[in-house]
């Protein structure tokens, strides 16, 4: 209790990556180059130094991030000699695959889930650590911090196992794996609280600045090539979450520090995820991908 | 109906807001008491959900909460087929804060695997809600909600009586069922519950005081919530070590979570098992060194000597050493099919450490319907079962009793089988493991000297003499002027100094105080003489 939150918090995370980094024989971190990512690297750091990080970063890159996202995560791994995996699914990504084609569903699917249950195979890895949060989305709110996946790396809510103190329990048999969330009992504010106070590095992308966007047909804002009959704008904007560039909107702000964004975030009256359009396809659909292997 | 009700906005400016408390907690109830709707309200009243999310539980087909009233029940509502099913099945965490305190609160079921969803959930939390419903009453559920919590060492009851608008927010009723649970928290062992009225539908009490209950004069829930000082355990420090940091051949430290208490640089200490000693030589993080780091801080430890400390090696403070057995006995929740028995060996992990070790027998079995301890007939835990029982463990442990320890007296079981989770514990105590024979060396311990007899051919003025030095200096004789062979035997096994003054043996000195410093010499210093050799 006489601890303030952010360093607790701190503490049980790095407890957890210094569990599995012990437990397991392959570990890897997911890192998807967005501020929870960012916060999980540092608490990477933290949790080994003064030694390096002792398990590789892989980004599965659809090939529709934002141009700022990979200039930022190339610049940050070599600053840090960091081991950085990065995969695409090729074959997918040469075929076209769009959301505007295969719909956002089948497009996930492919770029994603597929793709980084291909890397997690190819690279032999026994666990992997993502920074999902419990507080992100209804179904994770009884996610555990390990989560368990078959030898298909798929998720049976059924057969996760109890959670008790910090003992978690980390024996797998040949072929099956684990997900780790090390952020789970942190919310958004903590996250950028954090970002605050530690003067962590993030993609531009979150500062508010004028940019060229379009306007969709839902009213949104994106930073993406215009659709036939969406208009062109320049806008004071910025995102909140990062994804695909064909799927994740940008918002009107005046947010261009820290604590403006902070500021920002506690007059907020809509989720985070909001303007993701996958999570609306229908109700419980992030539920439906996390069975199939998405994070 | 999407509107938010706006409260005081919280004076959340970012550098204030990183000083915030935390606060884990747990929530108990029956199924229908009101559970999810009073989180709900907790979540809604303190603007901890976003708009989009209220619309799409007003645009919800299920509404259990009345004509034109958002069913608040709907935003903690889980998994897809939970949904469906419209019950809730496992343990869920929601998240919560005000300008004072971030709450992380465990939500668990209120029917059947309560018993290890409940564990599961209170085992990380320092305070519970219990709620009753006040049409019902205390129901025995109440009463097994409160003995989880006191067996998973929770000590802070707050007991919210729901639904009050539906007795007539009556004090009368209030009273009636707070004066018969308060019987039972105390038999508990639960300090100062906070008892409180509530309508978890309409408000009252819960973010808010509300008008309908002027005669409660306590603090609504969540302002009880923010201020409620939470005891902190003053335990010894103690960090099992997680792993060990060594980046270069000038480094080697080793890092872990500190379980509990605090060290400082130069602390003495002991690591064990072994129990070498040494002292803290720096308390690194990424942050720079520490003077100084309190539970539950993650650090990485560099120690003065160069021991052998690897992952599970264990770091307490020096002179105040945890209990090391292998045999202890331990209250268990058990959590999957197959049961807890003594057939095969299973994994417990401890801290840092896997071990394994055997059922050696059932002490007793808690009735949960009940809530006796009892049935000296039982051989096995079956799911959701709770028991004391004792364990062999291939190697010792050392371990703090729960009851003043929580996180050095853990235990989780793993089916070594199936690698499931299979049981949680709680360990009391140390149980001596076999009856050591006392040994001749032991009892030389105690007296000092080897079992002997002296003959003193005749010499009886000697042989009182010689019996009271050989007293005094802790020794234990007897004068006997000769004795049969079964009594030598007897007195001879039982490590004692025989003085036989008639019989004839070695020539003494005259002098009575020279013979008895010669004789003493030989019984306290020559550890050569064999035992029952003559002198
Ligand atoms: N009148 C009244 N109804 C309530 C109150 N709290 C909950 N309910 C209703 O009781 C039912 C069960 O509530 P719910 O929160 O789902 O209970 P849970 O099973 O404990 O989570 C729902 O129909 C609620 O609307 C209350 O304070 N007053």
């Known amino acids: 209790m006489n601890l303030p939150h952010l360093r607790l918090l701190e503490a049980e995370s790095i407890h957890i990556l210094r569990e599995v980094a012990a437990e397991f024989q392959r570990p890897v971190m997911l890192y998807s180059i967005g501020k929870d990512s960012s916060v999980m690297l540092r608490l990477a750091q933290k949790a080994f130094f003064p030694g390096r990080i002792p398990f590789p970063l892989l980004h599965v890159d659809t090939g529709y991030k934002f141009h700022e996202m990979i200039e930022f995560r190339d610049k940050l791994t070599a600053e840090l000699g960091l081991n950085l995996i990065v995969h695409r699914n090729e074959p997918a990504i040469a075929q076209g695959a769009h959301p505007s084609i295969l719909g956002t569903q089948r497009c996930c699917q492919l770029l994603k889930t597929q793709s980084l249950l291909d890397a997690l195979r190819e690279g032999g890895f026994d666990a992997a650590f993502g920074g999902a949060r419990r507080d992100e989305e209804k179904s994770r709110a009884k996610e555990r911090i390990y989560s368990f996946r078959d030898t298909h790396g798929q998720w049976e809510p059924r057969a996760q196992r109890p959670e008790l103190w910090n003992l978690y329990n980390s024996r797998i048999h040949p072929g099956e794996s684990i997900r780790v969330f090390p952020l789970s009992n942190w919310t958004e504010t903590d996250i950028w609280h954090y970002i605050h106070v530690e003067s962590i590095p993030i993609v531009p992308l979150y500062y508010a600045k004028e940019r060229d966007a379009v306007v969709d047909l839902r009213g949104g804002i994106r930073l993406a090539e215009a659709a036939p009959g969406e208009p062109a704008v320049r806008v004071k904007c910025r995102m909140r979450s990062l994804g695909c560039s064909p799927c994740t909107g940008a918002i009107r702000s005046e947010a261009d520090t820290l604590p403006k964004i902070i500021d920002e975030l506690l007059t907020f009256r809509r989720s985070e995820r909001e303007n993701r359009v996958i999570d609306h396809d229908t109700e419980g659909s992030m539920e439906i991908k996390k069975r199939e292997g998405y994070f | ?535």
């Open chain 2, 1 to 535: 109906m999407t509107e938010i009700i706006t409260l005081a906005h919280p004076a959340n400016v970012p550098g204030a807001t990183a000083e915030k408390g935390l606060l884990r907690m747990l929530t108990c109830g029956s199924v229908d008491d009101g559970k999810s709707t009073l989180i709900g309200r907790l979540l809604y009243d303190s603007r901890s959900v976003y708009e989009d999310q209220v619309q799409s539980i007003a645009k919800s087909t299920v509404n259990r909460a009345g004509a034109g009233l958002l069913d608040l029940s709907l935003l903690t509502d889980g998994l897809r087929a939970e949904r469906e099913q419209g019950i809730t099945i496992d343990v869920a965490y929601r998240y919560f804060s005000t300008a004072k305190r971030k709450f992380i609160l465990a939500d668990t079921p209120g029917h059947e695997q309560f018993t290890r969803n409940m564990a599961t959930g209170a085992s990380t939390a320092d305070l519970a809600i219990i709620l009753i419903d006040a049409r019902h009453g205390v129901l025995p559920q109440s009463r097994r909600h409160a003995q989880i919590c006191a067996l998973l060492g929770i000590r802070q009851v707050t007991v919210a009586i729901n639904k009050m608008d539906l007795a007539g927010y009556s004090e009368s009723r209030y009273e009636e069922i707070r004066s018969e649970f308060a019987t039972i928290l105390d038999g508990l062992g639960f300090h100062n519950p906070y008892f409180l009225p509530v309508s978890a539908l309409a408000g009252d009490n819960v973010v808010t005081k509300g008008t309908k209950m002027p005669w409660f004069d306590g603090p609504a829930l969540l302002e009880y919530l923010e201020t409620v000082e939470v005891e902190s355990s003053a335990a010894e420090f103690r960090m099992p070590v997680q792993l060990v940091v060594r980046p270069d051949l000038h480094f080697r430290g080793y890092a872990g979570q500190i379980a509990s208490g605090t060290v400082r640089k130069g602390d003495a200490v002991e690591v064990w098992p072994g129990g070498k000693h040494t002292t803290i030589a720096r308390i690194v993080t990424y942050d720079g060194d520490l003077a100084e780091a309190t539970a539950p801080q993650s650090v990485t430890l560099v120690l003065e000597h160069e021991l052998d400390v690897a992952r599970g090696s264990l770091i307490a403070a020096a002179g105040r050493a945890p209990i090391a057995a292998r045999r202890f006995r331990a209250d268990i929740v058990w959590m999957q099919e197959r049961p807890l028995d003594g057939t095969h060996m299973w994994v417990i992990k401890h801290g840092t450490r896997l071990v394994r070790a055997r059922l050696i027998r059932l002490v007793d079995r808690l009735d949960i319907a009940t809530l006796t301890r009892g049935s000296a007939s039982a051989t096995n835990l079956g799911l959701n079962d709770i028991g004391l029982a004792e364990f062999e463990a291939v190697s010792p442990l050392h371990f703090d009793p729960y009851s003043t320890n929580r996180s050095m007296g853990a235990i989780v079981l793993i089916d070594p089988e199936t690698n499931a989770t299979a049981g949680a514990g709680m360990i009391r105590s140390a149980v001596e493991s076999t009856f050591r024979p006392v040994t001749a060396a032991e009892r030389e311990g105690r007296f000092g000297h080897n079992a002997a007899v002296v003959r003193l051919n005749g010499r009886h003025s000697l042989a009182s003499r010689l019996e009271r030095r050989i007293f005094d200096r802790g020794g234990v004789a007897t004068v006997r002027d000769h004795a049969s062979v079964d009594l030598l035997e007897a007195l001879d096994a039982a490590g004692l100094i025989v003085i036989l003054v008639e019989e004839a043996g070695p020539a003494w000195a005259s002098d009575d105080g020279t013979a008895c410093e010669q004789i003493l010499k030989e019984l306290f210093v020559d550890h050569g003489l064999e035992s029952g050799e003559a002198i």
